[in-house]
């Protein structure tokens, strides 16, 4: 609309407002006119559950593609040990060969950054009568590159490994002991791995897996979007609802959830995956 025509309705519009009520009706639309309205709310609030133990999810209509490090990430501190800690964490990182095909399924000239990708955060709370016992913070779609030395972990790690028959399982945590857990574990191995991870072939310190490929294996040997990457806080044991509507049993505490794309054998594991370059700047930490 054009000044000219602008000066011309003006009056009209005022003529009609002096004049009196202006009638108007609603008229519906066809479907070949709704296909051209796009929209997304930017906040989705949704509850589940019953009303002895209910959840509240609020959504974030956001995506983000960052390549971020932090110093250190601690959670769950009680003085004698640590439930969540992370040294030196990244979450993305920095290409280093331009003919890689990277987790994203795309190659990227050297120096530039291969993003990790989060789409619609939210925040979760669980109620049980009437009171909130716990809440998470997670992503409906996550993938890209989890990068740290885990000397603490505590929650659940989505890592295949391959036994020296070609046998493949999900692989356990465990305790400075040897013993199965799921908090503040510090060594990774098969499940029916002996006790003493510290000479044991069969396990290996969590510190071996420098970087993890967070996602979702798709079987063709891509990584998709998962949907379960999150970190929780409890009071007490909750089961929060995976992305298939199943559960996952999450212990009083920090529980962080990583799933990853990642098959491992043995030799694999004992080796370790090295660190993805996360800094352009050497400065001896080795993250260059």
């Given at each position: 609309m054009n000044r000219e025509t602008r000066a011309?309705?003006?009056?009209?519009?005022?003529g009609l407002m002096l004049a009196g009520t202006v009638d108007a009706e609603l008229r519906p639309i066809s479907e070949q006119?709704?296909?051209?309205?796009?929209?997304?709310?930017?906040?989705?609030?949704d509850l589940g559950g019953s009303?002895?133990?209910?959840?509240?999810?609020?959504?974030?209509?956001?995506?983000?593609?960052?390549q971020t490090n932090i110093a250190s990430l601690a959670f769950g501190?009680?003085?004698?040990?640590?439930?969540?800690?992370?040294?030196?964490?990244?979450?993305?990182?920095i290409a280093t060969d331009a003919n890689r095909v990277q987790i994203d399924g795309q190659t990227y000239a050297v120096d530039e950054i291969v993003p990790f990708v989060g789409r619609d955060p939210y925040i979760e709370l669980a109620e049980e009568n009437g009171e909130v016992i716990g809440f998470r913070v997670g992503f409906n779609q996550a993938r890209g590159t989890l990068s740290g030395d885990i000397e603490s972990f505590s929650g659940h790690l989505g890592i295949q490994l391959e036994d020296a028959d070609g046998n493949v399982s999900a692989a356990?945590?465990?305790d400075a002991n040897g013993n199965a857990t799921q908090t503040r574990a510090t060594y990774v191995g098969l499940a029916d791995a002996a006790t003493d991870c510290a000479t044991n072939t069969q396990c290996a310190p969590l510190t071996n897996l420098q970087t993890?490929?967070?996602?979702?294996?798709?079987?063709?040997?891509?990584?998709?979007?998962?949907?379960?990457?999150?970190?929780?806080?409890?009071?007490q044991a909750v089961q929060w609802q995976d992305g298939t509507g199943g559960a996952i049993d999450a212990a009083a505490g920090v529980f962080l959830n990583v799933p990853t794309a990642m098959q491992l054998d043995l030799q694999a594991l004992q080796n370790g995956i090295p660190r993805a370059r996360t800094e352009y700047i050497d400065r001896g930490l080795g993250l260059f």
């Open positions: 011309r309705v003006a009056p009209a519009l005022l006119e709704m296909e051209q309205v796009r929209g997304q709310g930017m906040i989705a609030v009303a002895a133990n209910r959840t509240t999810r609020i959504t974030l209509g956001l995506d983000a593609e960052v501190d009680t003085g004698d040990g640590t439930d969540v800690l992370i040294d030196q964490l990244s979450l993305g990182h356990q945590l465990f993890l490929d967070v996602g979702q294996d798709n079987g063709d040997g891509t990584t998709g979007f998962t949907d379960d990457l999150f970190i929780a806080f409890q009071k």
